[in-house]
């Protein structure tokens, strides 16, 4: 197998782990034991668990902010079609979705600094599609987008569907 594709695997593997355990529970061996390698292996790749979560949080940070950029819409029905965006994600990369919505509650520096960079990412790219689409107050709108993105995660992992701003709209 291929470095990058190697690399990639654990990735995944360790998005699956950090979703089922946690961030402090998991170690680098878990994560080993998941793709089927020592864990000598997997530090040949990343230093330590936390260069590995922050792997995991720029591939998500990415892919959701990937997701909101690909949405094309009428300014009247682009919040709705990216919150529809979101869900679909939310369904295709659920584990790693969740964990990157809710990396801010680890309290590393590192890894704070890096959701903190990630968010503000995120909420620049929905701020300037909704600038593009002259959307009023466009920053707060963004803020207030990502807000009921939270609600859903929230949703999501309380399995409480009706906290989700989207269950009267199914």
Sequence with gaps: MAKEDRKQ???EAAIAVFAKQGYYKTTTAHIAHAVGVTQP???HFFKT???????????????IAGIFRGVEAP?????DQMGTAFNS???THRDETLLSMQAFTTAEPIIRQKVQEGFAHIHQVVKEKFERARIPQPGFQASSFIGLGMAAIMSEVLELPELSPYCEKE
């Design 9 to 11: 695997q654990i990735v």
């Design 41 to 43: 292996y997997v530090f």
């Design 75 to 79: 300014a009247e029905q682009l919040m």
């Design 49 to 63: 668990k936390e260069e590995m979560f922050i792997a995991v949080l720029h591939q998500s940070v990415q892919r």
């Design 89 to 91: 994600l939310l369904e």
